[in-house]
């Protein structure tokens, strides 16, 4: 039986973008699809069988649009579009492009490039009081960021407020020199880091001397009540239950809150439970409280890094099936021994 074939017809400055440096991105879409891909004189003709002629097809044309749309085509948007056109799904991935949240200071456009992101982006729209759940590089803080950035410059907020729980990261840091703020700031450079690619320098700092964005410790919130404004607690697994209440029943008038976290990087204490862990099972069922979980198929880091996540998270299921297991056998020699 012959193969299937399919043309499209391409601007070849969009088919550089999609083919990729040395042919690089197709080369993805024809050994994931088990497609032959080919560029003759400006028409992409794509062979072999006709199910997956058809979605490797799809997949190119919707990459095509986001091309046409001034995207600069990354490995990241071919490997998820690869994924989102294995579950036919092809046609999310237009859909949340043209969901722009700003632009950065550079010009570049901050957008959910996932669904999973999509979900957490529509999420903090609709709900005042939003969970971001999921593994390092998912884009929690810096959509969460995004999305205060937005709402401080279209007069929705009066203020944004960035908090974080100051625990080392399993290293001693000692009596670090400088002022209080010296003290704390490496533990709030990611939010900095975020807020100045988004805003740019000069205009953070000139809001930060006015009060209108504030930077601080978890512990700097307790006494006070947080009315209009955009608050962002970030690396939530820190909290205590007690701190995890404490924050939330500072929420405001006219405030929007948005809590995000990484169960598996836990740096408490052995034993200490997780108020991000608490705030799920209490809070739950509440109306206007949402929550978000990201998984390794949302992390839009470098391609490894969802490699990593997904074989760390591989590793911790086995680990837990092992021991549950262990568990059950000493439960029955318990039994037996009565």
Known sequence: MSDYLISLDMPAE???QIFGMQDAYVKKVERDFGVSVVNRNG????????????RAAKVLQQLDIISGRGNEI???????????GMEDKEGALTEMDSDCICHTVNGKPVKPKTLGQKAYVDAIRKNMLVFGVGPAGTGKTYLAMAMAVTAFKNDEVGRIILTRPAIEAGEKLGFLPGDLQSKVDPYLRPLYDALYQIMGAESFAKNMEKGLIEVAPLA???????????????????????????????IGFGSKVVVTGDASQKDLAPGTRSGLDVAGKVLGKIDDIAFV??????????????????????????????????????????????
Do not use: C, W
Request: glycine content about 4%; hydrophobic content about 30%; proline content about 2%.
């Open 220 to 250: 700097y919130m307790r006494g006070r009540t947080l009315d209009n404004a955009y608050i962002i607690l970030d690396e939530a697994q820190n909290t205590t239950p007690a701190q995890m209440k404490m924050f939330l029943t500072r």
């Open 74 to 84: 990354e490995e990241q948007s071919v490997d998820y579009a690869i994924t989102l």
């Open 293 to 338: 979980t990201l998984t390794n198929k949302d992390v839009v880091r470098h391609p490894l890094v969802q490699k990593i996540v997904k074989a760390y998270d591989d590793y911790e299921a086995r680990e837990n099936a092992r021991d549950s297991g262990k568990d059950r056998h000493r439960g029955r020699k318990t039994q037996q021994r009565r």
């Open 14 to 16: 969009h088919m550089r």
């Open 43 to 54: 028409q992409v003709t794509i062979s072999g069988e006709e199910g997956m002629v058809r």
